[in-house]
């Protein structure tokens, strides 16, 4: 399915004829819209999110770039949001079954599919999550006073995790993309969903102006504090940590359970696939902090060292 086209609306259509053009990483063509990269069906959707969507403000967005650890990041929101119908130790917690991409959907996916969906069901907090660029998201999520998590990754892994991504949901007959191919489209800003370091910064800023809207996480942060960063987005739900819980042990519990050991060798995570086609198990590859050694050039080390200093530079921002 996802390598189908969608159901193209004429607003879509005719927007596509005005917009400037790349290849893409999976799909054949991407389309510039409001200065950042979309496959045709995620256009559609993010026409039609932004149009139709109606913001609560209890909502809750995670937002990530593909390939920041947007599972885990959905897998560990869900079970903090959930703990009190989900206890985290029960061994029936819906994780246990459901890979994380289906607990918590990406809402401009929904809308590809659907100009009108029905949310009516989703008691608040509603949680979703969207790749969406900040400047892109629907009007009535700006003036809500929904939150927004947004975690970013350090580029380089980020890059080669998004290479062997996007390269496992090619057809056979598509071939392979060469590293070297796709390091040229990222440094250009070319990639799903980029320029990758604008999409940071356009949350990173509004995190900065809205510190009670926007929290700002970091993979690396994540992986090397766990804990405390679980603590602070808790707190950030407005369902914090309490002292009975800090007892029992809640936190170490529930990054057990959200752990890429624990995830990616359940059965739904090895054999399962989402609704859209997609294998669960492509989700997990090496959940690790510098896998980019193993990958990349010095030289290209170099030059995306450079975009990265040259496009943060100012911004308070480090990798
Ligand atoms: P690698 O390809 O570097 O291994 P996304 O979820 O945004 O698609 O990102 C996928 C990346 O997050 C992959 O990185 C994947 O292995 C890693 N990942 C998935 N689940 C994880 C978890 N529970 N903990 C840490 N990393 C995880």
């Known amino acids: 399915k996802y390598l189908q086209d969608p159901l193209v609306s004429k607003e879509c259509k005719d927007l596509m004829s005005t ?11 991407m389309y510039n819209y409001q200065g950042f990269w979309h496959s045709i069906s995620h256009l559609q959707g993010v026409l039609s999110f932004q149009k139709h969507f109606p913001a609560q403000d209890t909502d809750i967005f995670v937002v990530t770039a593909p390939k920041s650890g947007t599972t885990w990041l959905k897998a560990i929101s869900f079970a ?34 659907n100009p009108n969906p029905d949310f009516s069901s989703m008691p608040p907090p509603r949680l979703f999550a969207t790749h969406v660029s900040h400047v892109s998201l ?11 998590v947004y975690m970013c990754r350090n580029p380089k892994d980020l890059f080669v995790s998004a290479f062997h991504f996007t390269n496992k949901l090619r057809l056979e007959h598509m071939g392979v993309n060469s590293i070297e191919e796709m390091f040229d489209l990222f440094c250009k800003g070319v990639s799903l ?10 949350y990173w800023n509004e995190s900065l102006q809205r510190p009670k ?24 739900y407005g369902c ?3 002292p009975k819980e800090e007892e029992e042990g809640i936190v170490d519990a529930i990054l057990r359970l959200c752990s890429f050991e624990t ?12 609704t859209t086609g997609l294998s669960n198990q492509a989700y997990f590859r090496r959940g690790e902090i510098g896998d980019w050694k193993n ?8 030059q995306l060292d450079m975009i990265t200093e040259d496009k943060f530079h100012g911004s308070g921002l480090t990798f």
């Open 138 to 148: 629907p009007e009535s999520v700006h003036v809500s006073k929904c939150k927004i």
């Open 19 to 29: 917009l400037s053009k790349n290849r893409g990483w999976v799909l054949p063509v």
């Open 213 to 236: 809207q926007v929290l700002f996480l970091k993979y690396e942060e994540m992986k090397e504090h766990p804990g405390t960063e679980l603590r602070k987005l808790a707190e950030f």
């Open 263 to 274: 995830l990616s060798n359940l059965e739904v995570n090895k054999n399962g696939t989402l």
């Open 295 to 302: 990958h990349l050039t010095a030289e290209m080390v170099e």
């Open 80 to 113: 903090i949001l959930n703990r009190t119908s989900y206890p985290i130790t029960s061994g029936d917690h819906p994780l246990l079954k459901t890979n994380s991409h289906e607990l918590v959907p990406f809402v401009e996916d929904i809308y590809a599919d």
């Open 240 to 242: 914090p940590i309490t």
């Open 193 to 202: 969903y980029g320029p990758y370091w604008d999409q940071v910064l356009g």
